[in-house]
């Protein structure tokens, strides 16, 4: 399995900010995964951060809202730009292909709660 | 990507067995059927999967039926820890994860 951190676990902010969130695994993985998950909905994928190379981002997600570094295989950071009230979620990075693992099972941090005021 | 459906709640007695099917009339030959599951503020976590045959593990099991258009997860003997929200979900080995509604899971004493 793999365990993976994230930082902060939870942030208020003010609205036009950025804050950027930390997702660190213990294990080098092939595949890391932003996800959103607003208020009493389900999952949804942001963007899929790429490790030395631009992330790619699902339909109605863009890189200069949400950009996502991925400089090695243990760690990714995604920030969220210009913040509005809207962007009240939590936040979840999840990953796979654990080395020495098949690539079928991904793994989920614990999330960022943030509220925008 | 190929849709699962799932009844949106149920609920069980603590100790009983649970079953929680899945529909996925549409589901390709390569696709592997995940089930997940997300407890209380806290992130998903994966259960089990499979493509063709049956599965088990110290969790649950999981029953694919002969054409594939559905699943079944079955929980031996639910406990009050097992009460979560449960996402079937279809997906290619490496592929990120596409969550729908999922079956929230109430489990009484």
């Known amino acids: 399995s793999a365990v993976i951190s994230q930082k902060p676990s939870r942030d208020i902010c003010q609205r036009g900010t950025s804050l950027t969130i930390q997702c660190q695994v213990d294990?080098?993985?092939?595949?890391m995964f932003w996800y959103r998950q607003q208020p009493g909905q389900s999952l949804t994928l942001i963007a899929t951060a790429n490790q030395g190379s631009e992330a790619t981002y699902e339909s109605g997600f863009v890189i200069d809202k949400f950009p996502i570094s991925r400089p090695n295989l243990t760690f990714s950071t995604l920030t969220v730009s210009n913040m509005s009230p809207e962007d009240s979620s939590i936040y979840l990075c999840s990953v796979g292909g654990v080395l020495g693992q098949g690539a079928d099972t991904q793994y989920f941090g614990p999330g960022t709660r943030l509220t925008v005021l | 990507d190929a849709k699962t459906t799932q009844p949106n709640s149920m609920e069980s007695n603590e100790e009983e067995p649970v079953h929680l099917p899945c529909n996925h009339s549409t589901i390709s030959g390569t696709d592997y059927i995940h089930w997940y599951r997300q407890l209380p503020s806290q992130g998903p976590e994966y259960v089990i999967h499979?493509?063709?045959s049956n599965v088990n593990n110290r969790m649950a099991s999981l029953a694919i039926a002969e054409d594939r258009k559905s699943s079944t997860l079955i929980l031996h003997r639910a406990t009050l820890r097992d009460a979560a929200v449960y996402y079937c979900?279809?997906?290619?080995?490496?592929?990120?994860?596409?969550f729908g509604k999922g079956t929230s899971l109430l489990v009484t004493p």
């Open positions: 499979g493509l063709t």
């Open positions: 294990s080098q993985v092939t595949m």
């Open positions: 979900i279809l997906s290619n080995s490496g592929y990120a994860l596409n």
